[in-house]
């Protein structure tokens, strides 16, 4: 049974910094491309960061580039995504995501595991 869990979310400060952790199992992890979305509430889920299975490239939303970054570390079966200069706007539930075996994938519905979601708020 696959099961993607987020952790590290919570309530910080504009122009702070969090680490958000997602943790795998019941999957190979390193044949998998991994990606972050959020949800702001009211709004439909929005791709953030992803970063693929084979090369570890790096994509991201033009909202967050230069600000967040998405690592991966296939010992430890997890990934991260670093939020640095967080404002307002990203105030959501963030989800981690897998999909296997494709490069440079950003689109919600190509991936097929999901965690549950952790919450970040950042007030103003």
């Known amino acids: 049974q696959v099961q993607l869990v987020e952790s590290g979310g919570g309530l910080v400060q504009a122009g702070g910094s969090l680490r958000l952790s997602c943790s795998a199992s019941g999957l190979t992890f390193r044949n998998y491309g991994m990606g972050w979305f959020r949800q702001a509430p009211g709004k439909e889920r929005e791709f953030v960061a992803a970063?693929?299975?084979?090369?570890?490239?790096?994509y991201y939303a033009d909202s967050v580039k230069g600000r967040f970054t998405i690592s991966r570390d296939n010992a430890k079966n997890t990934a991260y995504l670093q939020m640095n200069s967080l404002k307002p706007e990203d105030t959501a539930v963030y989800y981690c995501?897998?999909?296997?075996?494709?490069?440079?994938?950003?689109?919600?519905?190509?991936?097929?595991?999901w965690g549950q979601g952790t919450q970040v708020t950042v007030s103003s």
């Open positions: 995501a897998a999909q296997f075996g494709r490069v440079g994938v950003t689109i919600l519905s190509e991936y097929r595991y």
């Open positions: 970063i693929n299975w084979s090369d570890s490239n790096t």
